[in-house]
């Protein structure tokens, strides 16, 4: 779900916040995009509304990146028990104009797959950014 529509406090607004500063202190061009998902009734059908999804846009296609966009998923769960709610996992993306590139996903295994892939040292910054994103929600 848009991270913008999943701001219910002060608290979960810093932590949106506290993300976006972690994405750009890895990657400083980018500009983030808290509304990534368009509001039509298709689109809404495949929203995670346990998720916080932001968009990170650069300023042109990155070869290093192999990608213009990245959309990073942040996934919770709520448990029944006792009302808690975790980070699960950090899911990202990238796209050019082309489509998506790539994939990379920390519940699997935490390896990218696509087509094209970013550098390995893009991929050590994405996994340092996903890293400090699980110690932001569950720390």
């Known amino acids: 779900m848009n991270a ?15 993300v976006v500063n972690l994405f750009k202190l890895q990657f400083p061009d ?6 990534p998902w368009v509001n039509d009734p298709n689109t809404q059908e495949l929203v995670d509304p346990d ?5 990170f846009h650069f300023p042109g296609w990155s070869r290093s990146l192999q990608s213009r966009s990245i959309l ?8 029944p028990l006792d ?9 990202s993306a990238g796209y050019n104009h ?8 920390t519940v699997e295994n935490w390896r ?3 087509a ?3 550098v390995v040292e893009v991929q050590d910054k994405l996994k340092t950014f996903c890293q400090q994103t699980f110690e932001l929600f569950n720390g």
């Open 83 to 91: 009302g808690s709610r975790r980070a699960i996992g950090v899911e």
């Open 72 to 79: 990073v998923q942040i996934r919770f769960h709520e448990d």
């Open 116 to 118: 094209t892939e970013p």
């Open 112 to 114: 990218f797959v696509g």
């Open 4 to 18: 913008a529509e999943q701001v219910k406090n002060f608290e979960l607004a810093s932590k949106i916040a506290a």
């Open 98 to 105: 082309q489509g998506q590139q790539w994939r990379f996903s």
């Open 51 to 55: 998720s916080i999804d932001i968009g």
């Open 30 to 35: 980018a500009r983030a995009d808290l509304k």
